[in-house]
């Protein structure tokens, strides 16, 4: 495909009957591979307004998914949380465009926010709080999307150890711990396979950290939640583990020296509007223990390609503490 232009721009905003003259286009993300395309970029007019808008060719993401992640994300915007605005016209809001004899999805809306850099325990707790607000409104949203990538996963045993580990660059020699850790990685999979079925479900955002689809809103207090791409149906609990060990690990990258005890507030955050029900609760141990050993790994297995040395490899060690169910006691939380 060739470089976008201004002239891409004009199409884009005609296909939303926005009539506004275009000073400049920005790419923010580019992802091409042998089969699909994904471009977001900003549009950026002479009356001061900015558009993010998506174009996309991939298979996983038919227009009948895309328009229904966009109803969800409208749906939060129309209930308060802030979201930005989709554009809609024709009674949708997943359009196509024809840019070189190829056809993409488009999606547009309203820029919002600046990407979060530090991150307080103040605002974990406000994420917290943001991410109850919108699983309380999904359990009265009736359009499903979809089932989600994580609980697909989990249900088609794709979500192995050993797909995990297959990251590792170069592998590590010590494949009696790996043994050990996938082990202890799969035998929670198998377990949750088996109940994560009884858990309350519904339509989430399915890829939120406080590093990552959460912006500050620049003109007021709060923050705000940015592209559902993944969003479909998960178990609240899922979502809301996912959402705290993504966000630590990504704190850990950044600050080895935290005390991650004190970003327990999110939980806190969250429990002030919504509150666990008792299979969520029966549950905790095994959810909680998966998704730290999860991101721990995805986070050690980072630096150790960074860095291959056989010190970088003792994280193996770690890993088999965050896979323990002993340590996640929802009364104890704790977090090596």
Same mark, same amino acid.
Request: contains cysteine.
């Given at each position: 495909? !060739?470089? =976008?232009? #201004? &002239?891409?721009? +004009?199409?884009?905003?005609? $296909?939303? *009957? ?76 997943? !359009?196509? =465009?024809? #840019? &070189?004899?190829? +056809?993409?999805?488009?999606? $547009?809306? *309203? ?226």
């Amino acid at each position: 495909m !060739r470089d =976008l232009t #201004i &002239n891409d721009a +004009y199409d884009v905003l005609s $296909l939303y *009957e926005i009539s506004e003259s275009v000073s400049k286009i920005t790419i923010i993300e580019s992802s091409t591979g042998s089969n699909k395309i994904r471009i977001i970029f900003c549009i950026e007019t002479d009356s001061g307004r900015e558009y993010i808008c998506r174009i996309s060719n991939e298979a996983n993401y038919p227009k009948g998914l895309v328009e229904k992640q966009c109803a969800f994300a409208r749906f939060l915007y129309d209930n308060g949380i802030n979201t930005p605005k989709k554009y809609s016209c024709s009674g949708g809001y997943c !359009r196509t =465009l024809k #840019i &070189n004899n190829e +056809y993409f999805l488009v999606v $547009l809306e *309203e820029r919002l926010g600046n990407d979060m850099v530090l991150v307080t325990p103040e605002e974990y707790r406000d994420l917290g709080i943001l991410l109850g607000k919108i699983h309380c409104l999904s359990e009265g949203y009736v359009l499903k999307v979809g089932q989600g990538i994580v609980s697909r996963s989990i249900d088609t045993g794709r979500a192995r150890f050993d797909n995990l580990i297959k990251q590792l660059m170069p592998p590590v020699c010590d494949h009696s711990m790996i043994e050990e850790v996938g082990r202890k990685h799969d035998e929670l999979i198998s377990a949750l396979q088996k109940d994560m079925h009884r858990l309350p479900y519904g339509t989430v955002h399915g890829d939120l950290s406080s590093f990552n689809n959460i912006v500050s809103m620049p003109d007021q207090k709060g923050m705000a939640v940015i592209d559902f791409n993944l969003a479909g149906e998960e178990p609240y609990l899922f979502d809301l583990l996912i959402t705290f060990y993504s966000s630590i690990n990504d704190l850990l990258r950044s600050s080895k020296n935290v005390s991650v005890e004190r970003y327990f507030t999110f939980f806190e955050g969250y429990s002030s509007v919504r509150k666990f029900n008792n299979i969520e609760l029966e549950l905790w141990d095994r959810a909680a223990a998966l998704f730290d050993g999860l991101y721990f790994c995805k986070r050690m297995i980072g630096e150790y390609n960074l860095s291959p040395t056989t010190d970088n490899a003792q994280w193996l060690y770690e890993a088999l503490e965050h896979f323990d169910v002993k340590t996640h006691r929802i009364e104890k939380r704790t977090y090596k």
